[in-house]
């Protein structure tokens, strides 16, 4: 139970970065497959050549990043579909990630890592301790979204979000904070990437295939919950969702499901959190577009028309 709470707040760090492409830019990224396993690959290679875990991990976050902007510069500069976009991006990110990790596997359990000191003292999965950490860590970097967020550009990037035809016709570059979006949202997918990797001791080629689907779970999941009425409340929510997505798995687990059916039950997570909603189980979750200066409408909308 404590080891599914660490890795679900691990992977809040990737949530945020969803939320940040999905809800605030409604823009549908497909790149973070790619970018997820390229922030793992570029920390193992360079952990296994000798070179500091934490320059590793950001490195990791800064592949990312890289991703993300490949992605917007062809959908802003090429005029590609958003879609399509980043489905090229992620599939040429196959290619590059065996070129990175030199194969398919990366060991890194007799490796030094960020997470060493923690698993030498036997505090992983034992204690609450590096929950804490963990929970800290995730909080700092909310806490930064959310600051962005109701900067000046942050306020641009939600209205490019909202409406960007009438953002970009009051002389805002729309283009610069798609990019800017796609480039930060993919380089905290990278960021968790390179602390899964980590985590669990190895980056495998094949360790982010499906996961914009546990990212929407994630999104989804939370903002149900908790709702996204304050921008402080939505990144939140996103994190927590994160939290119970791996708690459900991890239940799932116990009860002697199949593993290889982990994939089947994450769609069913995500198409339950979109339909209680409606039949008022859950709160409602408003889209962002329907947001205004972060706060919900007073009539909210369903979430169906905004997940696709």
Same mark, same amino acid.
């Given at each position: 139970?404590?080891?599914?709470?660490?890795?679900?707040?691990?992977?809040?760090?990737?949530? !945020?970065?969803?939320? +940040?492409?999905?809800?605030? +830019?409604?823009?549908?990224? +497909?790149?973070?497959?790619?970018?997820?396993?390229?922030?793992? /690959?570029?920390? =193992?290679?360079?952990?296994?050549?000798?070179?500091?875990?934490? !320059? =590793?991990?950001?490195?990791?976050?800064?592949?990312?990043?890289? /991703?993300?902007?490949?992605?917007?510069?062809?959908?802003?500069?090429?005029?590609?579909?958003?879609?399509? /976009?980043?489905?090229? @991006?992620?599939?040429?990110?196959? #290619?590059?990630?065996?070129?990175?990790? $030199?194969?398919?596997?990366?060991?890194?359990?007799?490796?030094? @890592?960020?997470?060493?000191?923690?698993?030498?003292?036997?505090?992983?999965?034992?204690?609450?301790?590096?929950?804490?950490?963990?929970?800290? $860590?995730?909080?700092?970097?909310?806490?930064?979204?959310?600051?962005?967020?109701?900067?000046?550009?942050?306020?641009?990037?939600? %209205?490019?979000?909202?409406?960007?035809?009438?953002? $970009?016709?009051?002389?805002?570059?729309?283009?610069?904070? @798609?990019?800017?979006?796609?480039?930060? #949202?993919?380089?905290?997918?990278?960021?968790?990437?390179?602390?899964?990797?980590?985590?669990?001791?190895? %980056?495998?080629?094949?360790?982010?295939?499906?996961?914009?689907?546990? $990212?929407?779970?994630?999104?989804? +999941?939370?903002?149900?919950?908790?709702?996204?009425?304050?921008?402080?409340?939505?990144?939140? %929510?996103?994190?927590?969702? %994160?939290?119970?997505?791996?708690?459900?798995?991890?239940?799932? !687990?116990?009860?002697?499901?199949?593993?290889?059916?982990?994939? =089947?039950?994450? =769609?069913?997570?995500?198409?339950?959190? !979109?339909?209680?909603?409606?039949?008022?189980?859950?709160?409602?979750?408003? #889209?962002?577009?329907?947001?205004?200066?972060?706060?919900?409408?007073?009539?909210?909308?369903?979430?169906? /028309?905004?997940?696709?």
């Amino acid at each position: 139970m404590i080891g599914a709470v660490e890795l679900g707040l691990i992977y809040g760090v990737m949530a !945020l970065g969803v939320y +940040l492409t999905f809800r605030v +830019l409604n823009f549908p990224d +497909l790149t973070v497959d790619g970018s997820f396993t390229m922030g793992a /690959a570029v920390a =193992a290679a360079m952990i296994t050549s000798g070179q500091n875990p934490v !320059l =590793a991990t950001l490195a990791g976050g800064a592949a990312g990043l890289v /991703a993300g902007l490949v992605t917007g510069l062809l959908h802003t500069k090429g005029r590609i579909d958003g879609l399509l /976009a980043g489905i090229l @991006t992620m599939i040429a990110l196959w #290619s590059v990630n065996l070129r990175i990790m $030199g194969g398919a596997n990366v060991p890194l359990l007799r490796e030094e @890592t960020i997470v060493t000191p923690l698993r030498d003292a036997q505090l992983l999965g034992r204690t609450w301790v590096p929950v804490l950490i963990f929970f800290v $860590g995730v909080f700092v970097l909310k806490l930064l979204v959310d600051w962005f967020l109701s900067t000046d550009l942050g306020l641009a990037i939600q %209205a490019t979000g909202n409406n960007k035809q009438m953002i $970009g016709s009051l002389g805002a570059n729309t283009d610069g904070t @798609t990019i800017l979006t796609l480039a930060i #949202s993919n380089g905290f997918v990278g960021l968790c990437g390179a602390l899964v990797a980590q985590y669990q001791g190895f %980056a495998d080629i094949s360790m982010g295939i499906g996961l914009i689907l546990v $990212g929407l779970a994630s999104v989804i +999941l939370g903002q149900a919950v908790l709702g996204q009425r304050f921008i402080f409340l939505a990144s939140l %929510a996103v994190v927590v969702g %994160a939290v119970i997505y791996r708690i459900i798995i991890f239940a799932a !687990l116990q009860v002697g499901l199949n593993p290889n059916d982990m994939k =089947a039950i994450t =769609a069913a997570l995500v198409v339950v959190a !979109l339909l209680l909603p409606r039949w008022g189980v859950l709160k409602r979750v408003p #889209s962002w577009r329907d947001m205004r200066g972060g706060r919900a409408p007073r009539r909210e909308q369903p979430a169906t /028309a905004e997940v696709v």
